[in-house]
């Protein structure tokens, strides 16, 4: 770490450093953070912009950005802010990592700091005639301010630049998102194929795409700022209705999280009880993937047979956990109770049953000529791609980028379980397929083996740490990631220390993968047939309530 | 004639909870009086369509998923007759919200709702459809859809099980079994009404302008157009 500080501070000398938190902290002013930038992503290859959450800390705004290293899996974190609350200006990076156009959207949607030299200040989530930015501490609530307006949004082509010259001067340029010689086909934000209420804008050229304008938020319910409200152990459930189809692991990497802010220690049993559902849920949520992947291209037999194997997982949770979704049976030191007596044998059958159904998924479906021939050489996304936009999980270990959080940063017991990332090279709709056929062989490996340890460690048990009643962290920030069912899921916490009687987080930024899965769907469908718009979004398998949050 | 209480196949009468509603529509349209030649095909009617219910799906989170079990081998939905999951309004019996409503949706849904045939209903699936559920104090949600259309059937649960969607369902089947085809109640009418009042507090042109007075006081900036 030492040496990167120096480094660092060579490039950058008016950087600051803060070394107390779990990470290194660079403090960056805004002039100098472009530059910095560039030089961290050539000279020291941090290539992967993990996340960037906005902040309102109240005398400033900014932005906290978390790098790693892919071949080191070094981590560092650098703050920008600005002091300027009236017209809060930041220079943005989304030239030097893709990943940040959008993300920086959605700061920009947030708490209103507009991006210098970003091409689209566009809000991402909220209607473009909202008043206000709701994640500022000084946001107005009041519910006249915004009301519910049932008339569509205008002016939804207009966007604007604001371009710095030579001088430093900074100039506002208004432009629109497509050209009036542009044919735009609409698709969403209620349509069968979207999995969910995504809404595209297409231009295309006879029957080829030529450029796609993602817009986001039908379903943006405001977690983040709903989180601000409640109590550390009861914001936990607003995590399992993000991305639905990863519920424990959004809830893990939230524990986690709190857990490492408190120093909790999880017993040994609680934490294999935790991996066991969070592969559970990997399971189950690829045979969903599956199933939908094949219905949207017509085999809608297939489907069935997805959801076959998928309704023995949810047994398993019904049993243990009480509900078949939103499970809630993660808690901050552990397990909410103790599984139920014949939880193991039960998972047994289940990865008996699977590893048989596995064959008879790919001869219903991946040799058909049709699905190879919609599947194959369509929707490629490149390695560097892939590391520019931040696309992890199956969809970017599909472009054979090295990012599973269980084998990168292990956290859990992943360092005790044997199994191999699944990596293929092509990048394309059918290995982005195939990545998660062959994870699924996996997890049940994984659980297999939990099993025995669950064996060893006997059917009851020590379930959950002694956890103080009432929860307080002292001040700092962390951040946590694990790998959910679609890639890499963080979650950013920020304590200032204070509250009585209870303590609220003062700020938690949720960094979804599927956010990040959506700001390729441009890249990988241009020059593709429309057709093949639904194929390749359908591959990439996003959720969308886990975009918008 | 006289209308007797619907009957469906699948649950008795006394095994449902709520069949003083059912009873009170019962009586009121006993009340109004059925024609002998009109009330027979009426029930030919109602049988048809409480049997081949055919659901819209607008899913939008979590309860989707539940919905696609729902239609998948295990619960399998076809028993019932709600068969065919449409994609389009046009073709469709009924709209199935499933999952919150947020602010930039709410237009997307009531259009849509608009363009569905008649007769049309309406399945609030989820607390976030019923009353805003985990969401209701967040700033973008409409707190509960019967804020903007009108509702026949509330399911709870987050997201309800499969069987309570059926049992939701199946009070679908008996609300149309107690209403009729022909004459008598206009489902037009009573719709009209709904949303005459929505209008009346949504667009009132005074409440509009002290909107967007006080958006003008307030310290939030205002987006530039």
């Known amino acids: 770490m030492a040496n990167i ?187 069968p194929s979207t999995h969910g209420v995504m809404r595209y804008r297409a231009a295309i050229d006879g029957e080829v795409v030529k450029k796609v304008d993602v817009v986001s938020g039908y379903i943006h319910r405001g977690i983040e700022k ?82 076959r194997e998928r309704e023995l997982i949810y047994d398993i949770f019904d049993k243990t956990c009480g509900a078949r979704m939103s499970m809630s049976y993660d808690t901050i030191g552990g397990v909410v109770r103790d599984v139920d007596p014949e939880f193991v044998n039960d998972v047994r059958k289940a990865c008996d049953a699977i590893e048989k159904a596995i064959p008879e998924y790919h001869k219903l479906f991946s040799g058909n000529v049709i699905a190879l021939g919609r599947m194959k050489d369509v929707g490629t996304l490149s390695l560097e791609d892939a590391k520019n936009y931040a696309i992890t999980g199956p969809s970017g270990r599909a472009s054979g980028f090295h990012c599973d959080v269980r084998k990168t940063q292990p956290y859990s017991l992943y360092n005790e379980v044997e199994f191999d990332e699944v990596v293929y090279e092509n990048g394309d709709s059918f290995d982005r397929y195939m990545v998660r056929m062959k994870e699924m062989e996996q997890s049940i490996k994984i659980l297999r083996q939990c099993c025995d340890m669950m064996d060893k460690e006997g059917h009851q048990g020590e379930f959950c740490a002694k956890v103080p009643k009432i929860i307080k962290l002292p001040a700092g920030h962390w951040y946590q990631q694990v790998e959910a069912s679609r890639g890499a899921f963080g979650v950013y916490l920020e304590s200032d220390g204070e509250g009585k009687p209870f303590q609220h987080p003062y700020r938690i930024h949720f960094q979804s993968p599927c956010f990040n899965l959506v700001g390729v769907v441009d890249l990988t469908c241009k020059d593709n047939l429309i057709a093949d718009l639904i194929t390749i979004t359908a591959s990439l398998d996003y959720v969308i309530p886990d975009i918008d949050r | 004639m006289e209308i007797k209480s619907p009957k469906i196949k699948s649950i008795k009468h006394e095994e449902f909870k709520d069949n003083e509603y059912i009873d009170s529509l019962v009586a009121e349209l006993n009340a109004a009086g059925a024609n002998i030649v009109v009330g027979k095909l009426d029930q030919l009617m109602q049988w048809g369509h409480a049997n081949s219910l055919w659901p819209f799906c607008f899913g939008t989170s979590c309860c989707a998923i539940e919905f696609m079990c729902l239609g998948a081998a295990r ?33 997307a849904l009531v259009r849509l709702y608009e363009q569905m045939a008649e007769p049309k209903y309406v399945i609030a699936c989820g607390g976030c459809t019923v009353s805003g559920g985990p969401f209701k104090k967040s700033y973008c949600v409409v707190k509960g859809v019967d804020e903007i259309i009108p509702v026949d059937v509330y399911m709870p649960g987050c997201p309800p099980r499969p069987e309570a969607m059926f049992y939701g369902l199946m009070q679908l089947q008996r609300k149309i079994k107690a209403s009729k085809f022909f004459g008598g109640h206009n489902r037009k009418e009573a719709r009209a009404k709904f949303f005459e009042a929505k209008a009346a507090a949504e667009k009132d042109s005074a409440l509009r302008a002290e909107h967007m007075r006080l958006a003008e006081e307030s310290k939030a900036p205002v987006l530039e157009r």
């Not at chain 1, 990470?23 to 030089?39: I, S």
């Not at chain 1, 802010?81 to 920009?108: C, F, G, I, K, M």
């Not at chain 1, 424990?248 to 120093?263: D, S, V, Y």
């Not at chain 1, 049993?269 to 599956?290: G, K, Q, T």
């Open chain 1, 5 to 191: 500080q120096e480094k660092i501070s060579a490039l950058c000398p008016s950087a600051t450093f803060d070394e107390s938190g779990e990470l290194l902290l660079v403090n960056v002013p805004d002039e100098n953070w472009h530059a910095l930038a560039k030089a961290l992503k050539e000279e020291l290859h941090f290539d992967l912009l993990n996340a960037v959450a906005g902040v309102d800390w109240k005398e400033s705004l900014g932005c906290m950005y978390y790098l790693t290293n892919t071949e080191t899996q070094e981590m560092i974190h650098v703050k920008v802010a600005t002091t300027d609350r009236e017209t809060p200006r930041l220079h943005t990076v989304s030239d030097v990592w893709a990943v940040a156009n959008y993300q920086e959207r959605e700061v920009y949607d947030f708490f209103g700091i507009e991006f210098i030299n970003h091409p689209d200040m566009r809000r991402f989530f909220l209607r473009n005639d909202w008043v206000g930015y709701p994640l500022r501490k000084d946001y107005d609530a009041n519910p006249e301010l915004n009301p519910l307006r049932l008339e569509a949004e205008e002016n939804e082509d207009d966007t604007y630049a604001l371009v710095e010259d030579e001088k430093g001067e900074i100039k506002r340029v208004d432009k629109k998102v497509f050209g009036p010689d542009e044919y735009v086909i609409n698709v969403g934000p209620q349509h």
């Open chain 1, 226 to 307: 709903l989180c601000e409200d409640l109590t550390y152990p009861s914001m936990l459930l607003y995590t399992e209705r993000m991305d639905y189809m990863g519920a424990h692991m959004n809830r893990h990497a939230t524990c986690l999280c709190i857990e490492k802010a408190l120093g909790i220690e999880v017993p040994h049993r609680a934490e294999v009880i935790r991996m066991m559902m969070d592969e559970l849920m990997r399971l189950s949520s690829h045979l969903l993937s599956y199933g939908c992947l094949t219905m949207d291209q017509g085999a809608t037999t297939a489907f069935f047979y997805g959801f």
């Open chain 2, 75 to 107: 619960y399998d939905m076809a028993r019932f007759g709600f068969e065919v999951a449409r994609n389009s309004p046009r073709q469709s019996d009924y709209i199935m919200c499933q999952g919150t409503i947020t602010y930039r949706m709410a237009p």
